[in-house]
């Protein structure tokens, strides 16, 4: 159970949880958490008025966005949340889910989720103490930034919905953080997984040795030299990059199509090496990387991101494993995940239910989160207990 320190403030207002259809079961799991740690309180304050509502068998409020024939939707919440303190969370990622248009099936794409987003916001019609979106893969992240004629999506998504009156939108290793200048005056929280992946790591390699001589970390493309500085300062090991090499006179599938990777770094001959990115889409960078560090004679290839798209499906990452490429692929439950990844040997689900019940336990009584978007003290006593056990098996 959490520490009670958020116990010394009065809750914003009772909490009311809103997991969208995209993300039901990832919901479930957060409303268990947020039982179980408030039914577990002592304080005396609990039953003051302040408190009303506080203590329930579940925080979830029945919402729906059912759809006419045409096509067209409306968003209905089927219990009052007025004064509420509502947290909305919302998978646009979700293809699974499909609807009916015309006699044909739709499958919902990420504008269809956060269409259905707004018109819960709009069932809640202002009479809420405060809306807070939690949406794990923020809406048009990778249309971040403008540089020629084309639309700014994700801006123009975020203040759509501050000017909703959403006051806080909490989402996790966002593409590129800076979009959240479009919402200045508005509260935006971009949120890690470093611990957790470690975590997930660390239980389905036990044995893993963590220094500078047997591991390190390794940065796919330029863009996540940040992410992937951060992990390897963390575990105290060197950093590689990759940066990608390509052919600016021709376009495919809308982009320019790689033609190398080149490596910056030092010799990752024997090493066990982490590659750590934001997502993985198709699939094709992250092997090609893999290729390029076994031709550099590394050791075991772990391959991690907080979003696994994989949206050409898993055959590509079937092959590397039986080639020996890859030994473990790790992604989190942020969005949606098929029953053919999750019964993949090399796949390492990471769950983040736990984490976004803690930042609502804290928001919900306007506490710091800040212990919780800088995780050093909990990676620190991770790699404590980690080394523990390699001295046990050593001795």
């Known amino acids: ?22 993300c039901a079961s990832l919901g479930q799991q957060v409303d268990q958490h947020l039982v ?22 579940s925080y979830i409020i029945p919402a729906k966005t059912p759809r006419f024939g045409s096509g067209e939707a409306k968003g209905v919440i089927n219990e009052s949340v ?34 259905d987003l707004k018109r819960i916001i709009a069932a809640v019609g202002g009479k809420a103490r ?32 501050t000017n909703m009156g959403v006051e806080t939108i909490i989402t996790f290793d966002a593409h590129d953080p800076r979009v959240q200048n479009a919402i200045p005056l508005k509260g935006f929280e971009t949120v890690s997984c470093t611990y957790q992946f470690l975590k997930g790591l660390l239980r389905a390699e036990p044995d893993l040795a963590i220094d500078s001589d047997h591991l390190m970390v390794i940065s796919p493309d330029e863009g996540g030299t940040s992410r992937a500085v951060t992990f390897a300062n963390y575990l105290g090991v060197d ?19 790689i033609v190398a990777h080149e490596f910056l770094g030092s010799n990752v001959e024997g090493k066990n090496v ?71 040997p090399y796949y390492v689900n990471v769950d983040l239910s736990k984490y976004i019940a803690l930042l ?19 990676i620190n006593r991770l790699l404590e207990h980690h080394k523990e056990h390699l001295n046990e098996i050593n001795k």
């Open 239 to 257: 950093l590689g990059m990759f940066y990608k090499r390509r052919d600016y006179t021709r376009v495919v599938d809308g982009k320019n199509p």
């Open 130 to 161: 405060r809306v807070n979106v939690i949406m794990p893969f923020l809406y048009e992240s990778r249309q971040h930034r403008r540089t020629a004629r084309e639309s700014l999506d994700c801006a123009m998504a975020l203040q759509e919905l």
């Open 36 to 57: 179980k740690w408030r039914n577990e309180r002592e304080n005396e304050h609990t039953s003051t008025i302040h408190f009303n509502g506080y203590l329930k068998d």
């Open 274 to 344: 982490l590659i750590i990115d934001d997502m993985i889409s198709s699939g094709d960078s992250m092997i090609d990387v893999a290729k390029e560090l076994k031709r550099r004679k590394a050791n075991k290839v772990f391959a991690a991101a907080t979003f696994g798209l994989f949206t050409n499906g898993m055959e590509k990452f079937d092959k590397a494993y039986e080639a020996g490429l890859i030994d473990r692929v790790l992604t989190t439950n942020l969005i949606y995940q098929t029953p053919e990844l999750l019964s993949r």
């Open 360 to 378: 609502i336990d804290n928001l919900n009584h306007n506490a710091s989160v800040q212990h919780l978007l800088i995780p050093t003290d909990r």
């Open 82 to 115: 007025r004064g509420n303190d509502v947290y909305i969370m919302v998978d646009v990622c979700n293809y699974s889910l499909t609807y009916s248009l015309c006699g044909y099936t739709n499958h919902m794409s990420p504008d269809d989720h956060f269409q």
């Open 1 to 22: 159970m959490p520490d009670t320190e958020q116990l010394q403030t009065i809750p914003v207002g009772p909490l009311a949880f809103i997991p969208m259809a995209s």
